[in-house]
């Protein structure tokens, strides 16, 4: 069994047969029969876009232009721009929206962090944004569908005990796994965590302790993108930890610097993409593996171009 992260249109979990994914969701899958709630999106844009579509097939009357003069805008080209992803809203613009859309509270609350979130410039600024879009509504798609998955990836050891399930020997025991992560992970950290992966669907009690399940979890492009780098950043963090910690023989952490050409870079990636496959080629079957180990690789060009 193998968790594996890539910066894909997919983020998988455990192994290549039976896969634990977080994929892109297409929010607006059918013909909308009522009018859009603003909390059951990620996108403002996708809100803006099904908000019109929805107003336009209940009157004729309902244009873009007629939008833009009910928000108070002075003219209805930057909204469609907006909508179609070639311009930002400013705030002055957004509060504008909030009337126009007559959204009040924390609805109202919620859409303003939502085109801020996406419009994010910052890593910073994007997790400013999403805590805030989690804190607006309890009843919002993000928070359903996001806070629990959130923190398999922002916090490490989660997917390390989904792992160690498949342990020979394993123990379900909390103060056994707490030593086994070699104390970096307290035993309530443990139980706490034993019960977010059941709350999730990825593993079930049994009478010998767990047994993992392989279930489909959704989210959207626009959260992914964030949980994919939480879990590289706690991955870089335990690679630091490891130089320090971890004798020479229990660790292999190596890098080079070497110039290329723009043009072989694709090529690069492809390489490992095939190095990574080979080296789940060592992955034991479950109830034969005595360890878990963690693999990072990292590619990136430390000059600009041209």
Do not use: C
């Not at 876009?49 to 309902?62: G, L, M, Q």
């Not at 977010?196 to 993992?212: C, F, H, M, N, S």
């Not at 723009?262 to 360890?291: C, N």
């Amino acid at each position: 069994m193998v968790s594996k992260v890539n910066e894909s249109s997919y983020i998988s979990l455990p192994d290549l047969d039976k896969t634990f994914y977080f994929i892109g969701m297409t929010e607006k899958t059918r013909k909308l029969d009522s009018e859009p709630d603003v909390l059951q999106y990620t996108n403002y844009r996708l809100f803006l876009r099904d908000y019109y579509d929805y107003k336009k097939s209940t009157s004729t009357a309902f244009s873009l232009r007629y939008f833009a003069g009910k928000a108070g805008l002075s003219s209805h080209a930057h909204l469609k721009l907006a909508i179609d992803g070639k311009r930002n809203l400013t705030k002055g613009t957004v509060t504008k929206l909030i009337v126009g859309l007559g959204l009040e509270g924390h609805r109202a609350t919620y859409f303003e962090n939502l085109v801020f979130f996406n419009q994010a410039k910052t890593e910073k600024e994007k997790q400013t944004y999403y805590a805030l879009l989690l804190k607006a509504s309890p009843r919002s798609r993000l928070r359903r569908l996001d806070a629990s998955q959130f923190r398999i990836f922002k916090e490490w050891y989660h997917s390390m005990i989904l792992e160690m399930i498949s342990l020979k020997h394993f123990n379900p025991a909390p103060e056994w796994i707490s030593r086994r992560l070699m104390g970096n992970v307290s035993p309530s950290q443990v139980a706490e965590s034993l019960k977010l992966l059941q709350e999730l669907g990825l593993i079930v009690k049994t009478a010998q302790g767990y047994r993992r399940l392989d279930p489909l979890l959704t989210t959207d492009d626009e959260v992914s993108d964030l949980m994919v780098k939480y879990y590289h950043y706690a991955g870089f963090k335990l690679a630091a930890e490891a130089i320090s910690n971890l004798p020479p023989e229990l660790r292999d952490i190596s890098a080079l610097t070497f110039p290329v050409k723009r043009s072989d870079f694709p090529a690069l990636k492809k390489h490992i993409q095939l190095m990574r496959k080979e080296l789940l080629d060592f992955s034991a079957d479950a109830g034969e593996a005595d360890d878990i180990i963690q693999v990072n690789i990292q590619l990136f060009p430390v000059t600009k171009g041209v």
